[in-house]
Nanobody, 123 residues
Framework: QVQLVESGGGLVQAGGSLRLSCAAS????????MGWFRQAPGKEREFVAA????????NYADSVKDRFTISRDNAKNTVYLQMNSLKPEDTAVYYC????????????????WGQGTQVTVSS
């Protein structure tokens, strides 16, 4: 079993930055591709970013490309999401997931999910 705990969310003004962390415990996620997803009020959960187990390949949703950066530190069993130039439409609960398959980001994409961290961007 893997437990994922997100942190780093909060309230920020438009144009600001936040760095989310996802700490894994219980079992290593070293062999997993990892992803970040988000869900805004009244909307479906959507893919944000993903990274392979080695960190060598990343994918981003078009809406966050060039603003967000996903990274991982396998020694610390932690995945990060650096979010810059934040916009009000980035407001959502952000979830990390240990992915079944890198490149597949549907609703069943995660073997394990965190509880989420709220990000609110004010205009």
């Amino acid at each position: 079993q893997v437990q994922l705990v997100e942190s780093g969310g909060g309230l920020v003004q438009a144009g600001g930055s936040l760095r989310l962390s996802c700490a894994a415990s219980g079992r290593t996620v070293k062999s997993y591709a990892m992803g970040w997803f988000r869900q805004a009020p009244g909307k479906e959960r959507e893919f944000v970013a993903a990274i392979t187990w080695s960190g060598g390949i990343t994918n981003y949703a078009d809406s966050v490309k060039d603003r967000f950066t996903i990274s991982r530190d396998n020694a610390k069993n932690t995945v990060y999401l650096q979010m810059n130039s934040l916009k009000p439409e980035d407001t959502a609960v952000y979830y990390c997931a240990a992915l079944r398959v890198f490149g597949v980001y549907d609703r069943a994409a995660g073997d394990y999910w965190g509880q989420g961290t709220q990000v609110t961007v004010s205009s």
